[in-house]
């Protein structure tokens, strides 16, 4: 949300999402999508582009096993790509 507490820092007057907030998000819902897993590491990550302040976010999961992929888009756009890799 363009309220998150770390917007304010991040490029006053064109504020970005923080990659850490968008990777936090991804794990997050992970978790939810393979519970009792625990994220161990994030093998592989790749931010493509930008998130601006209140953009609608959508995380993709796919896979299965010890590592999953995910995807992230934001009108449209692929805006980051990474691995999880589970404990």
Do not use: Y
Not at 8 to 14: I, K, L, N, V
Not at 21 to 37: F, I, K, N, T
Not at 70 to 78: D, H, N, P, V
């Amino acid at each position: 949300a363009a309220s998150h507490p770390s917007l304010p820092g991040h490029f006053p007057g064109r504020p970005i999402v923080p990659g850490v907030v968008l990777l936090d998000e991804v794990m997050a819902l992970a978790a939810l999508a393979h519970p009792g897993r625990r994220v161990a590491g994030l093998p592989a990550v790749k931010f493509l582009h930008p998130v601006q302040a209140g953009q609608d976010v959508a995380v993709h999961l796919s896979g299965a096993g010890d590592r999953i992929g995910a995807s992230c888009t934001a009108e449209g756009r692929e805006v980051l790509r990474l691995t999880l890799a589970f404990a």
